[in-house]
């Protein structure tokens, strides 16, 4: 289920993809909006029978209602993985996986219990699940790992990410020893380091005192048999102890991932719990024997806990499930205690541990996997069951108050098969009362979504630069400058201090993070409150990629009202070690830098790099969105690397937001500074456009050296409407 808040553009959205230098597209621009109080509510849904995903339903064939009252479909998608490529012809994720909608992808959730599982069996699970990893997830399904610690309770080791590799490294540290937290707020890149994967050592009994038959009032075989069952009876309360810490702890767990959009099919790998501590006992033998003594009047052997349940238990369980099935969380429980006993055994085969895990499993929509020698073949069952997914939308009149509201799915004809979906929905839920996990994860799905737009307005360039004396690896040096619009990130703010929040991560073409920063900026708005109203932040930041194409993703959010912006930009790194020539994006001066307050990443980094962006011996900063006027003149840098020898010919082309061809500008080049110590070269240029409507466009700049090779670079640029300049 997906919560997605209708907002209204102001400003045209540019999404231009140019095959002839895709490598260097850049996402769309600017986007101002606001939002309304329309809501749209996604429920994804599966249909099964006999085990078999049911395919070829329509909207027509659901029906939706929000308590008793019907709902208009308004939406409906289908995401059938069969009919989705796994990969690009050329490696990397195909173009059907990119453009799949985030609600209808499947999301797991690997959480290893380590409180009631041996380590032996907690060893199979992991490497059951790496392997999973090679061929058993499709490329679309997003995976997050946890850890369920006795001492800590459930820990998130990875965010929901789409690349294996991450996932294979998180799994891999469910066994160190150490615990530390990364700097990755996000766990996107990586996560807390889950202990030692050792079980718990069983609880010693309580051993009777050596008058306890003198203090009871109870001789012989009644004394006995009274110490007896009171140590059982201790041991039970222990236990019970443990199962409550366990159900908080699952329960607090599943509260987060309610901020997480969609269905979560959490993978429990565990030998589960005693249900019957809670529930009472379902063993035909011990309930005649506690009966036979109850005839007998031997109450003083009677455990009614063990017999009817556990109140108190039981109402911690139920509120464990209940908070699962609220937050989308269908729990798909594998025994990873194996095949256990003969197959004539059968009270054997199930242990207490597995009625546990089918409780869990069957109260949520999953099911309970247990006597699989090979675990990867239990859950190529259930990936296979719910490879095929109904999206279905409807638009409800709710208050943003953060309640839950009750869903029913049907299918008009029931005979169809059996319908999976979540019993409801929570209304957007005020910034202030989330949680800090809540934020992490909803955030994390933003970054990864890589939706772009929001209330915050903001602009990015990233640009990569050879690191000088570097010959240990091919890693480029890449700042990324944002530009961040000071009234929308004002909008609401009340109080004296504003905490702004940054978040810039950079995805290869698999999904993976290869690098990233975050910073936190505590602005006093009695200082800078007017300069942000009449401008806005410019930030500074830089990351250290390997060659090839990435996405950049940068997310601004005001911490106090939870409002945010998100931009993407797309970027090559070359290989800067070959011969071949390279031209970076075109840079803008920004000539208005005084209306902005300029801030820089906090970080120190290992080995001084040179500024960047120079002009002769002058440093300037860049714009990344640069404000261009028909007719003027603007400075022009452009950077490249082994441009070749002799006079260069430039030439600039103008894109509109449609792809089409505007017209050429005018671009002359004033001076070439060459190279120095395998260093950039730098031209300085002018650039005037022609005459255009106000908008977004693409400049496409071409140099021909002397030899005849040619270099082609892209930069968005924007024509106000109004006069001024800057971002």
């Known amino acids: 289920?997906?919560?997605?808040?209708?907002?209204?553009?102001?400003?045209?959205?540019?999404?231009?993809?140019?095959?002839?230098?895709?490598?260097?597209?850049?996402?769309?621009?600017?986007?101002?909006?606001?939002?309304?109080?329309?809501?749209?509510?996604?429920?994804?849904?599966?249909?099964?029978?006999?085990?078999?995903?049911?395919?070829?339903?329509?909207?027509?064939?659901?029906?939706?209602?929000?308590?008793?009252?019907?709902?208009?479909?308004?939406?409906?998608?289908?995401?059938?993985?069969?009919?989705?490529p796994a990969a690009a012809p050329a490696g990397g994720r195909s173009e059907a996986v990119r453009r799949l909608p985030m609600s209808a992808r499947r999301r797991f959730v690997l959480l290893f219990d380590l409180g009631y599982s041996k380590p032996t069996s907690l060893l199979k699970a992991r490497e059951t699940a790496k392997r999973l990893l090679d061929g058993g997830f499709h490329p679309t399904d997003l995976i997050a790992v946890a850890a369920y610690?006795?001492?800590?309770?459930?820990?998130?080791?990875?965010?929901?990410?789409?690349?294996?590799?991450q996932v294979r490294e998180a799994v891999d540290r469910l066994s160190p020893a150490q615990n530390h937290f990364a700097s990755d707020p996000l766990l996107l890149a990586g996560s807390v380091d889950a202990g030692d994967g050792a079980a718990p050592q069983p609880q010693s009994q309580v051993a009777a005192s050596a008058d306890t038959e003198a203090t009871t009032g109870y001789t012989g075989r009644e004394a006995t048999v009274s110490s007896r069952a009171a140590v059982e009876r201790s041991e039970r309360e222990k236990q019970r102890s443990t199962l409550a810490a366990f159900t908080r702890a699952v329960g607090v767990f599943a509260d987060a991932m309610a901020a997480v959009d969609g269905r979560k099919n959490v993978i429990l790998l565990s030998e589960g719990f005693d249900s019957a501590l809670a529930l009472g006992t379902t063993d035909e033998a011990e309930n005649l024997e506690m009966s036979t003594n109850s005839i007998r009047g031997d109450v003083w052997n009677i455990d009614n806990d063990q017999r009817f349940g556990n109140t108190k238990a039981s109402g911690d369980l139920e509120k464990m499930l209940e908070a699962?099935?609220?937050?989308?969380?269908?729990?798909?429980?594998?025994?990873?205690?194996?095949?256990?006993?003969?197959?004539?055994?059968?009270?054997?085969?199930?242990?207490?541990?597995?009625?546990?895990?089918?409780?869990?499993?069957?109260s949520t929509g999953g099911e309970l996997y247990q006597n699989f020698n090979d675990l990867g073949t239990a859950m190529e069952k259930m990936l296979d069951r719910t490879s095929v997914t109904y999206v279905l939308s409807f638009q409800p009149d709710v208050k943003q108050d953060g309640q839950y509201h009750?869903?029913?799915?049907?299918?008009?004809?029931?005979?169809?098969?059996?319908?999976?979906?979540?019993?409801g929905y929570y209304a957007p839920k005020p910034f202030n009362q989330r949680t800090g996990l809540e934020k992490a994860l909803q955030t994390a799905g933003q970054v990864v979504a890589g939706q772009e737009g929001g209330p915050v307005g903001l602009s990015v360039l990233a640009a990569p630069f050879k690191v000088p004396g570097n010959t240990l690896d091919n890693k480029a040096y890449v700042p990324v400058v944002i530009e961040i619009d000071g009234p929308s990130l004002l909008a609401g703010t009340?109080?004296?201090?504003?905490?702004?929040?940054?978040?810039?991560?950079?995805?290869?073409?698999?999904?993976?993070?290869?690098?990233?920063?975050?910073?936190?900026?505590?602005?006093?708005?009695?200082?800078?409150?007017?300069?942000?109203?009449?401008?806005?932040?410019?930030f500074f930041g830089d990351l250290d990629l390997q060659p090839g194409n990435y996405s950049v993703r940068v997310l601004v959010r005001n911490a106090?009202?939870?409002?945010?912006?998100?931009?993407?930009?797309a970027l090559e790194v070359p290989v800067f070690s070959q011969a071949a020539p390279v031209l970076l994006p075109p840079l803008f001066p920004d000539t208005a830098a005084g209306?902005?307050?300029?801030?820089?990443?906090?970080?120190?980094?290992?080995?001084?790099?040179?500024?960047?962006?120079?002009?002769?011996?002058?440093?300037?900063?860049?714009?990344?969105?640069?404000?261009?006027?028909?007719?003027?003149?603007?400075?022009?840098?452009?950077?490249?690397?082994?441009?070749?020898?002799?006079?260069?010919?430039?030439?600039?082309?103008?894109?509109?937001?449609?792809?089409?061809?505007?017209?050429?500008?005018?671009?002359?080049?004033?001076?070439?500074?060459?190279?120095?110590?395998?260093?950039?070269?730098?031209?300085?240029?002018?650039?005037?456009?022609?005459?255009?409507?106000?908008?977004?466009?693409?400049?496409?700049?071409?140099?021909?050296?002397?030899?005849?090779?040619?270099?082609?670079?892209?930069?968005?640029?924007?024509?106000?409407?109004?006069k001024g300049a800057g971002g």
């Open 406 to 423: 009750k869903l029913r799915v049907e299918l008009k004809n029931a005979k169809a098969g059996r319908v999976v979906y979540r019993p």
């Open 149 to 165: 610690l006795p001492s800590q309770g459930p820990q998130l080791l990875l965010g929901f990410t789409p690349n294996r590799q």
């Open 324 to 362: 699962l099935r609220r937050a989308d969380c269908v729990v798909q429980a594998v025994d990873i205690g194996g095949v256990r006993a003969s197959a004539d055994d059968l009270r054997a085969a199930r242990s207490a541990g597995a009625d546990g895990l089918f409780l869990m499993a069957n």
């Open 494 to 538: 009340e109080g004296k201090a504003l905490p702004a929040e940054i978040y810039v991560y950079a995805m290869d073409e698999q999904g993976a993070v290869q690098d990233f920063f975050t910073q936190t900026a505590g602005l006093d708005l009695a200082k800078v409150g007017d300069g942000l109203r009449q401008g806005g932040i410019k």
């Open 595 to 722: 209306h902005w307050l300029v801030l820089r990443e906090a970080k120190v980094r290992q080995g001084e790099v040179p500024y960047p962006f120079m002009s002769g011996s002058q440093p300037y900063i860049p714009s990344s969105r640069p404000a261009l006027r028909p007719g003027e003149s603007s400075a022009l840098s452009l950077v490249g690397y082994r441009l070749g020898e002799g006079e260069l010919q430039a030439q600039a082309v103008v894109m509109t937001a449609e792809g089409k061809e505007a017209g050429e500008g005018k671009i002359e080049i004033v001076q070439r500074e060459k190279a120095e110590a395998g260093g950039p070269d730098r031209l300085a240029a002018t650039f005037r456009p022609p005459q255009l409507q106000p908008g977004e466009y693409l400049l496409l700049i071409t140099l021909t050296n002397a030899q005849g090779a040619a270099e082609t670079s892209v930069a968005p640029f924007v024509i106000p409407a109004n």
């Open 1 to 84: 289920m997906k919560l997605v808040m209708k907002s209204r553009p102001s400003i045209a959205i540019l999404g231009i993809l140019l095959a002839s230098w895709a490598p260097f597209a850049l996402a769309a621009q600017q986007r101002f909006s606001e939002s309304t109080s329309v809501v749209v509510v996604e429920v994804p849904v599966q249909v099964v029978r006999d085990g078999k995903p049911v395919r070829g339903l329509t909207a027509a064939d659901f029906e939706v209602y929000e308590g008793r009252q019907k709902q208009e479909i308004t939406g409906f998608e289908v995401l059938d993985l069969a009919a989705v």
């Open 560 to 569: 106090r009202t939870g409002a945010a912006g998100l931009r993407v930009a």
